[in-house]
């Protein structure tokens, strides 16, 4: 059974860090495209940063793009998100996910059927 456990979340001034972490079960992460995606109230939940399997591919939303980092650890099973300089419009419910190859190197919502329990991120003073 596949399952994913998110850990990291929490409130953070603008400008800090936090990293969140997603630990997977029941699969072997390595072979798996895998992602983070957030939904703030209101709004649609978009792909943040998505690897897909193997090779490494990687995409970022323009958003966050030199200030969040996504990375996997294969040994643990586990892959992370990176985010520094948060602003408050990262405030959101985040979500890690992960699906078998092929997936569409687009990073989108759809293509991912195993989701974590979602971790909330707030960034204010």
């Known amino acids: 059974q596949v399952q994913l456990v998110e850990s990291g979340g929490g409130l953070v001034k603008p400008g800090g860090s936090l990293r969140l972490s997603c630990a997977a079960s029941?699969?072997?992460?390595?072979?798996?495209?895998i992602g983070w995606f957030r939904q703030a109230p209101g709004k649609e939940r978009e792909g943040v940063s998505c690897?897909?399997?193997?090779?490494?591919?990687?995409t970022y939303a323009d958003s966050v793009k030199g200030r969040f980092t996504i990375s996997r650890d294969n040994a643990k099973n586990t892959f992370y998100l990176q985010m520094n300089n948060l602003k408050p419009e990262d405030t959101a419910v985040y979500y890690c996910?992960?699906?078998?190859?092929?997936?569409?190197?687009?990073?989108?919502?759809?293509?991912?059927?195993?989701w974590g329990q979602g971790a909330q991120v707030t960034v204010s003073s």
């Open positions: 029941g699969f072997t992460l390595d072979y798996y495209a």
């Open positions: 690897i897909f399997s193997m090779d490494g591919n990687t």
């Open positions: 996910a992960a699906d078998p190859p092929p997936v569409r190197a687009e990073c989108l919502t759809e293509d991912f059927r195993s």
